[in-house]
């Protein structure tokens, strides 16, 4: 008879933990294998990610300081700088939890600016013989090689194709007859630009004719794409590869703008007195996220690619930058079967 019942009862419970085996499997299937985009961003110290449908920040790799995260345009692929105490590493993402960290010793530490290209390479701008030129990570090959700065390069969803910010047609040194002289000799002793920890910086108080360019992978046939007499900078392509949303200094303040990649069809999205910039194209087409600092400090903020419906994500008196978007599966409990970083 007791034999009989430890018997039931173990038939019972093996019953019991294969059910529990089966639900949790289950769970995981779809939970794991469920993905969401994110945006991620970074304070000036660490990077952080929030979902746009439920906007609540957290760290995306706690104890890991690190800044200017860049995403692929499928969103698969994610790039960022961190500095480890002994010089600055490239991480690049490339959809699962391991990071792969990259050093760059001949640019070390004026390298700014990783773009994925594929799950194993990235190009970036880096400081050579007094100029910024693109290159790519695959044994630091020059992309571009011209007397300027070129900087902020995206890659196109297709690979084949390169947008990015350049000096090649500046007339930073030319300023307009509206100024008085004494204000015109003023500006002459100031500093055209400065290197920052996040890449150049140039003093908005020159007429700098900083524009968007075009190129080939592999930096041939360069196209200019923007003729402004002012800052244009901060391209980023849309999902689809047929349009470049970038930041603008052309009315005075920073606002945000999309343009044809074949130079037409150039549309305002923000209009305000604040600066609205940074913009990153998410990988459904659906949302572009930037940076604006109407709150009084700079958050994250979303729109529709019409400019419509823009809405604050965070709420911080921290300055926040460079938004992208990657898709992961935040796993069960956030946890579990994670394929977020």
Request: net charge negative.
């Amino acid at each position: 008879m007791a034999k009989s019942s430890f018997f039931l009862i173990g038939v019972r419970f093996s019953r019991y933990l294969r059910i529990v085996f089966w639900g949790i499997l289950l769970v995981c299937v779809t939970s794991c294998s469920y993905e969401k985009l994110y945006i991620v961003y970074d304070d000036g110290i660490y990077l952080h990610r929030v979902d746009p449908d439920n906007p609540r920040p957290e760290l995306l790799l706690p104890g890991v300081g690190a800044i200017s995260p860049d995403a692929s345009t499928d969103s698969q692929l994610l790039t960022f700088i961190s500095n480890n105490g002994s010089g600055q590493l490239v991480g690049l993402w490339n959809g699962s939890s391991k990071i792969k960290w990259h050093k760059h010793p001949n640019f070390d530490p004026y390298i700014f600016d990783p773009s994925p290209i594929n799950s194993s390479s990235y190009i970036f701008s880096g400081l050579h013989s007094d100029y910024l030129d693109i290159f790519s990570s695959v044994q630091g090959k020059n992309i571009t090689n011209f007397r300027s700065m070129d900087f902020e390069p995206s890659v196109s969803p297709n690979g084949n194709t390169l947008a990015f910010t350049s000096s090649r047609i500046s007339n930073s040194d030319i300023y307009t007859n509206e100024r008085p002289l004494s204000d015109r000799q003023a500006i002459e002793t100031v500093k055209e630009w400065d290197l920052t920890e996040r890449g150049i910086k140039y003093n908005t108080y020159r007429d700098h004719n900083i524009d968007i360019f075009t190129a080939n992978i592999d930096g041939t046939n360069t196209v200019r794409m923007t003729f402004a007499r002012a800052l244009d900078h901060q391209p980023d392509w849309s999902h689809d590869g047929d349009w470049i949303v970038f930041s603008s200094l052309r009315h005075n303040n920073s606002e945000i703008f999309k343009i044809r990649k074949d130079g037409t069809g150039l549309k305002r999205l923000t209009n305000n007195l604040h600066n609205d910039g940074e913009p990153a194209w998410s990988p459904d087409g659906n949302s572009i996220a930037f940076t604006s600092d109407r709150s009084g400090s700079k958050n994250i903020h979303v729109m529709t690619p019409d400019g419509a419906n823009q809405i604050q994500l965070t709420n911080t008196l921290s300055n926040l930058h460079s938004p992208t978007w990657i898709k992961c599966s935040p796993g069960i409990f956030g946890k579990v079967g994670t394929t977020c970083p």
